[in-house]
């Protein structure tokens, strides 16, 4: 029987948190030992991997925490010591998962690099994280050659010999963790760029009890699962809850290395028998437009379904539970928080469609209004920005940007930067980015609704809603629309789809422009990057 989520709040300790992990956050832990070698029991599975050309192998966690050992002393043979950056250029292959294991066993710290970057993109991360060592693959290390920086690199797979399976066989499986405390960085990321230049985020160890709770709570991932996150490990929902979350849990995780594709995800979803899915609404979306035989062969299976990324669309729900007999619910977080408000699988509570859900147990989550020196807790049903209360939330980990102030600390909060509204019982609806909220003749518009709105019409695959300047309205809202196959971007559509919007949301609320383009703009972690829509305005 589910536990209610009043009860979790009011059981919620810590201490049982801490107690669940093998090492001890004061006194040593190390997050290789936490995710690797506490589950390295027989024949105990950690990783099933598949890519798009057959190819599928199955990975204990004995076999990775011997690679983990031999990969950890290549590294401090190149001078890689506790705390230093190592970042991994790869795709979703075993060694990804070698490299990040073989890290942490080292005492250093795994910095991703999402192999869709260019060179510029990567040598800023790179020589913002200091990193000594990149690993990569040949498919990526010509976007290494030409950089200023020069960390040591080795290549997975090479034309001229596996150098990294090389690496490995040249040292002995038996490496001593190198000990940490809770408050040392695991990890290095770096935001996504959504609204400025991506700012590094250093994850501490003690983060692990949230990634826990998220995993147990909000994902609900059970023994009897099989999982798979289809979000790429060279972004923080990946990481954290791809790689960290299952193995952490001692539950294997699935990878596939391929371009993703409706009928293909569909497929493997079948063959191997996926029953608890997580993704970004961007997947969800492709998946709807799959053919209806694909569809009905895992009717019924999905136990459960996460997103997260950004707000789910209405008709990505109903689509879910009218085609797929699944749920899927809605989870919210952030590279430098993690999932912090969800609609959650696993906790017994309302689930209001259309809404992030309710803060998860170890945080303390309110909405406040910024003024120019402090913050003003707001009441319920106001909008305003979203944020934690540091003291308040035992949960919280993030300690403040790389290198760099952090402007979202204010008055004992985390600002999120994300405009909201909370009910009387605490439940969190979104309404946008601060700075993309559109004001047209008075009215608040949040881009979501309208662009909900606009994705329910059979003419649209995807949408995105900015704001343009108006003498008149101070702003109009206008519209970029990606249409579906068959339907023509002309006066007749764009007329359709104002009238569309007028009569299901609101009047006021309707794209006085509509521009009708081939793709949106998006961060590599499939985020629509509305900056730059509202540069073309």
Partial sequence: MQTSYSSALSAFSLGDLAARLDGDLVHGINACVECCDRHAHGDQVALHWHDHRGRQATYTFAQLQSASAQFAHWLTAQGVGPGDRVAGLLPRVPELLITILGTWRAGAVYQPLFTAFGPEAIEYRLASSEAKVVVTDAANQSKLADLKIAPRTLVVGSVHGD????????????????????????IMLFTSGTTGKAKGVPVPIKALMAFEQYMRLAVDLRAEDKFWNIADPGWAYGLYYSVTGPLLMG????????????????????????????????????????????????????????????????????????????????????????????????????????????????????????????????????????????????LYFFPGYWQQATPAFRGGYYLTGDTVEMSEDGCVTFVGRSDDIITSSGYRIGPFEVESCLIEHPAVMEAAVVGRPDAQRTEIVKAFVVLRAGFKPDADTVDALQIHV????????????????????????????????????
């Fill in 163 to 186: 150098a990294f399976q090389q690496a490995l066989n040249a040292h002995t499986d038996a490496f001593p963790p190198v000990m940490r405390s809770g408050e040392d960085a695991f």
């Fill in 251 to 394: 539950h294997a995780t699935t990878f596939y290395d391929g371009p993703f594709a409706p009928e293909t995800a569909l497929a493997f979803i079948k063959d191997e028998g996926i029953t608890n899915l997580a993704g970004a609404p961007t997947a969800f979306r492709l998946l709807m437009t799959a053919k209806m035989q694909s569809v009905e062969a895992i009717k019924g299976q999905l136990r459960a379904v996460s997103s997260a990324g950004e707000p789910l669309n209405p008709e990505v729900i109903k689509w879910f539970a009218e085609r797929l007999e699944a749920p899927i619910f809605d989870h919210y977080g952030q590279t430098e928080i993690g999932m912090v408000v969800c609609n959650h699988h696993g906790l017994q509570h309302q689930v209001k469609p259309g809404t992030a859900g309710y803060a998860m147990p170890g945080y303390r989550m309110a909405v406040v209004e910024e003024s120019s020196d402090a913050v003003r807790v707001l009441g319920p049903d106001q909008p305003g920005i979203l944020a934690v209360d540091r003291a308040a939330s035992p």
């Fill in 502 to 537: 007028k009569t299901r949301l609101a009047a006021h609320a309707y794209p006085r422009e509509i521009a009708f383009v081939d793709a949106l703009p998006k961060t590599p972690s499939g985020k629509i990057q509305r900056f730059l829509l509202r540069q073309q305005t």
